[in-house]
């Protein structure tokens, strides 16, 4: 597949450098945060092989690798056996074309997202935008960069390279009153902000850490709590993961989550881990299944390709 991405050139490219390596806001906040990394890593890979555990885990993604075309059938067809629907973009434009049209379906008007590092890879904000549709992102990093009008700059810390003062200065114009360079207070700000964006959104668009084939199960890691909103509180869910995501088995999503929050946060385990298998059900009334109880009425996921 032949990428559109435009690559800068290479004096474009060195004027960028010589303005980050000049950037005295950039150093203090990569200053502040960068050793902190380190040290959760180091304390989180204490004790027990964890070479041999990411030996295994990159084992199995091979496997899976190999195995893709049967494991998106085997996924599809149990996530589907379970109320969802499952969608598969060859490319971005249709995993847009797909999100939007889900939306237009369904009248929104507000869509709330947790982090998603495809929906970065398909500008699917800028999709969405353009129908008409209002959309927030609610992982803390990801709102400062909405907010900043900037794309992110880590896959983990989208903000990282923010200082609390400018995080401070950007919440101050959002909500309009001064605000302290105080990390607990912004937290608060963002709290109350978001909650009724939470509460009224029609549709919650989240990622997924793994899609497992043989119940069809969405895995969701997480720390913030907006994972869990966006995924229980609107009546529709919409998962948008790459193909490349998607594993054999229970076993094989465990053995990644041994792994992942250590390499990724430096933590031996998120703040929540969410196991998603279709809508939300019950059969508590003449064990007749109803389904959209307290959590979404349909889910809808989204496995895109795009060379992978």
């Keep these: 597949m032949t990428s559109s991405i435009q690559k800068p050139s290479k004096k474009a490219f060195q004027k960028r450098v010589d303005s980050a390596v000049a950037d005295t806001h950039l150093a203090t906040a990569l200053t502040r945060a960068l050793p902190e990394f380190g040290r959760r890593r180091t304390r989180a890979f204490a004790g027990g092989d964890f070479q041999e555990k990411r030996r295994r885990v ?4 091979r496997d899976a690798i190999e195995r893709l075309p049967e494991l998106v059938q085997q996924f599809t067809e149990e996530a589907e056996a379970v109320g969802a629907v499952v969608y598969l973009a060859e490319t971005p434009a249709d995993a847009n074309r797909i999100i939007a049209g889900i939306a237009r379906r369904h009248e929104a008007k507000l869509v709330i997202k947790s982090k998603s590092m495809v929906s970065e890879e398909i500008h699917l904000n800028q999709a969405l935008e353009a129908e008409g549709l209002r959309v927030v992102e609610t992982d803390l990093g990801e709102w400062i960069m909405q907010l900043a009008g900037e794309s992110p700059s880590h896959l983990i ?9 400018q995080v401070a200065e950007l919440f101050s114009k959002e909500i309009g009153r001064e605000l302290p360079a105080d990390i607990a207070e912004l937290v608060a700000v963002a709290r109350e ?3 009724d964006d939470f509460v009224n959104a029609d549709i919650g668009i989240s990622g997924a850490n793994a899609a ?3 119940t069809g199960t969405l ?3 997480s720390n913030e709590g907006n994972g869990r909103l966006v995924t229980t509180l609107p009546p529709v869910h919409i998962a948008l993961l790459g193909v490349e995501k998607i594993v054999p088995s229970m076993a094989d999503a465990t053995a990644i ?3 992942l929050p250590r390499s990724g946060t430096g933590q031996k385990i998120t703040s929540y881990v969410s196991f998603i298998t279709g809508p939300s059900r ?3 009334i003449e ?3 109803a389904v959209g109880v307290h959590g979404p009425k349909e889910v809808h996921i989204v496995l895109l390709d795009n060379g992978r």
């Design 58 to 61: 990159s084992a199995l993604k």
């Design 157 to 165: 810390a989208p903000a990282i390279h923010k200082t609390r003062e």
């Design 282 to 284: 019950s059969a508590d």
């Design 219 to 221: 895995m969701i890691v």
């Design 193 to 195: 902000r978001l909650r």
């Design 257 to 259: 989550l041994d792994v």
């Design 212 to 214: 497992i084939a043989d």
């Design 287 to 289: 064990l007749a299944l």
